[in-house]
């Protein structure tokens, strides 16, 4: 078995596996094969799959095609069309948790990764290797399955590494912070919470529902991708964690769709401009989207867990120049809050899911470069932008790479 990097770091993401046939895993970069196994929706992994034949989970198409045709609108040189979309979503294979499928002489399995609805890692099963990709690792979730309930065993394991050199303060102390800066900010007027479209947003949303008779809450305002996201979440009820799907068959499930709600008009967000309004809406590094719009009306801000420009610049303290989807440009200044709330695995989270896999050769991509070149030597290696490995077939003990 070879496997092939094309790019790892923090761009897009894409692995080449050649047993009998060459395909990939996910397609952050373009992949260089016809066949694309598909971890999850977010761009950095999918953003070259259009045009391909895809393997992925129901929801995880549901939320690419989303984010695809949102990305083809904004930048218009992509090198594949809406129809390309169209084709790939309904000439894809789907495949659910845990049933293995073949491609050439391998066996792909996707198990819950717990980062977004339908994410997956992918066991590959080669000539009797046993490969795992994780894609993005998730951790905690209101509204997932953690991947700790199912991790697969594997000889080799290619794992993302984005909090494997920083470690962040709890999930439960970070929510709480956000709680009480919302019971004393709403009453003063609305608050923003910029968040990514997939996967942070519904977060908060179920948070807010959560949490709805402790706050000083009147509305909730969910923006753009964000709020058609929500509509798949609320669609495929059957990968939501187990606690929702038990109420959603006894009837007592809330949607994320009818807690929030999705303005029609700009007249109807300024008449929802109020004190005890909370709206969620992306970007969430301020980048594009409505965000930017709520950002230049004066509203104070709640940025969350990592993001890029222009949010890096307003964390470090800058002023700066945005422009809104309709045009308007104005000045923003930095946030009230920064929140570390990431949808990705912690440093311990990583370490204990690394430890459980059993992986005799553990490879770190998708990940802060520094950290992994830190991490490298010792019991992990890294997988850098075009690097080849070869895999020889049988026990792990006379693999090609392993010691001898
Ligand atoms: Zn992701
Ligand atoms: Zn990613």
Redesign the pocket.
Known sequence: MRVKAVATGFGG?SLTVECGESFALDAGAEPGTEKVVLTHA?L??SLMAPGKEVYATLPTLALARELWIDAKSLNPELPWTVEDVQRTLSSAKRAPYGRPFRIGDALVTFYNAGHVLGSSMILVECSGRRLLYTG?LGTASFLLDHWVKEVPKADILIT?SSYLCRDRPSAKKEWSRLHAYLKQKLKEGPVLIAANAVGKAQEVVKFLMNYRNSLPMKNVILEGMGWRASKVYDEMVEYLKESEVLSWLNGSRMKLTEFAQNPSSLGERVELTVPGTVVVAPSGSLSGGMSVWWALKGLPYVLLGHVFEPASQLLAGEEVSLEDPLGNVGTVGPPDLHLEISRHASRQELLTFISKVGAEEVYLV?GDEECRRAAEGGKFKALWDGEELTFSPGPLSRGATAPS
């Open positions: 993401v977010h950095d992994h993005d993302e998708h």
